[in-house]
């Protein structure tokens, strides 16, 4: 079943999260125009990859000239979660005709997705749910970057000082909130992560610490947990 | 026949709406695949993933933190602090990581 109540009731549902997450965007907006994102390729940006953590960590690495190859593999991998959020949401979307699926799942976000979730333990699940909690969140996601982006130009430029400092900031909180409830299991792939990305941060030009890391840390997780099974 | 558009110059001027796609056409894949596949990924694949985001964000911090030096290493237990208080809210202990390295840079 996929109908405009369904959609409507995804709306609802999502619309107090969406708008939690607004300070976030209006903050992503301020550091795009930081680091040289025009007002028109943060909402190109926004409106085509509509992805918060990989938008931040894609604007962090930003340059000129643009390491375009670095950002595009550093966001699939950001992004490759969703090929597990997307299996876990498909009994119910394999058998909607496909423009409906494969829409609906452009929308597909973490809040969007945990809310779904969520839904589909109800006896009657409604597949429009997805999409209306989906679409609120892009449609506030646009607004606070842009807006962000729009109204950080006005901000004097001492608050430059600290630019650096923000996506550390930014990624260290993401970072606590991605650890919850598995704290000591993440010392090894996590610290293996760092030490790798700070070596290869002293050898090696460019962004590449970035992937050396996050591939050797997510390796030595999956080492951990053989040698623990 | 000559081909003006092609050149170096214009291809480098729009390298930022390149990545833009880029980014787009990869997440969109991440997106659909799920759908479009199925059950058909290996079993590593759940494994690797299990840990990967993190690594990333450390990938990208612990380099900056080392960059920034000791004032970096303060402003970032500061904002370490503020985050595992704040369960779950990200603009604060951003917040407060900018003003903690601002002050200490300014002292």
Known sequence: MFSRDGFLRGARRAFPLALSGAPFGLVLGVLAGRAGLTVWELLAMSALVFAGSSQLVAISMWANPVPVVAIVATTLLVNLRHVLMGLTLRPWYEKLPAPLGFGSYFFMTDESWALTTIETRRQTFDAGFLLGAGLIDFVLWIASTTIGRITGAAIPDPSSWGLDFAFVSAFLALLVSLSRGKQARTIVPWGTAAVVAVAAHALLPGNWYVLLGAVAGALAGVALRRAYA | ?107
């Open chain 2, 1 to 107: 026949m000559r081909l003006p558009e092609l050149h170096l110059g214009v291809l480098m001027r729009e390298i930022p709406l390149i990545t833009i796609l880029g980014m787009a056409a990869v997440t969109y894949a991440t997106r659909a695949s799920g759908l479009l596949f199925g059950r058909r990924f290996p079993r590593w694949f759940d494994e690797v993933l299990e840990d990967l985001p993190g690594a990333i964000l450390m990938s990208l911090i612990a380099p900056a933190i080392i960059v920034a030096g000791v004032k970096g290493v303060v402003a970032a237990i500061a904002t370490l602090a503020v985050a595992l208080v704040l369960k779950g809210n990200i603009v604060v202990p951003i917040m407060t990581g900018i003003l903690v390295i601002t002050v200490l840079r300014h002292l």
